[in-house]
Each structure stands twice: as structure tokens, then as C-alpha cells.
């Protein structure tokens, strides 16, 4: 059995952040995955869960997604950050890209969601470096019971 990723999904919308668990499991991408609903909650994974990538979304409602790419950048310089989100301008994904997110998914095309992982994953070398003992394989997600 390969390495579990460790996945922070930082997204207000928890029909959302299923959709996202859905499509990982589907493909059978092997990973516990923390959820964050609020900028509390996002902060304190960070500095807790200790994740191998970050998926985010770019629209919540106190601030924009440039905050959760802020702090990832802050809080844990080396983790791949991917945006996926609703429509995105071509001028702000670049211009997000050049402030360090990995890629960015549509919502409205999640099936390209482990692909973009395991990129990003990949050019990180994540997947080869196993960093967080507490990664025992005995779960495929780590959700909050209100999913």
C-alpha cells in the first residue's frame, strides 16, 4: 500500500467539499482528508494536520481565496496549493498562479481533480517522502460528522 496523502479542503460549502472527497475516492486516490469550513478552522489545520497539499476554494464570504494562499504560504511554504473553485477570470488564475498556487480545477471539472493532485503532488515529491507518521492507512477521509 502507497503513502496516505494528507488533503486540507478549505470551502465554506460542504456539498462541495463531498463532491471533492467523492471524486478522490472514485479514482481511488489514497488520502485523509481534513476539512475547514471557516478561516479559524483553516488556520488551525495548517498548523495541526500538517497536510501534504492543499485544495481551496477562491470565493468565501469575509475574504477572498488569495487569504487561504496567503497563509499556506506563511504557515507551510513547501505544500502544493490548488485552487477549485467555481469560473475563475484567465487573468486572476495567472495572476494566482505567480503568487504560488500550484493549478487551479473548476468545480464543473472535478474529474480532473486527481490528476491535478498527483501533478502537484509529483513536482512536490510528496508521494516518495512519507513525513507524517501518524498516516496509518486505516481511513480514506478524516470529515467532520455534519457531512
Known sequence: MGIQVRILIF??????VELMRRQLRRQKFDCLIQYAATEGEY???????SPDLIL????????SGLFSLKMARELCPAVPFIFVSGVLED????ELLKQGARAYV?????????TTVQSALLEANVQTQPTHPMS??????SLPAQL
Open 43 to 49: 488556520l488551525k489545520a495548517l498548523r495541526e494536520f
Open 136 to 141: 496509518n492507512g486505516a481511513s480514506s477521509s
Open 106 to 114: 473548476s468545480k464543473s471539472r472535478l474529474e480532473q481533480l486527481v
Open 56 to 63: 481551496s476554494d477562491y470565493k468565501f464570504p469575509l475574504h
Open 11 to 16: 470551502d465554506d460549502d460542504a456539498t462541495d
Open 91 to 94: 487573468d486572476l488564475a495567472g
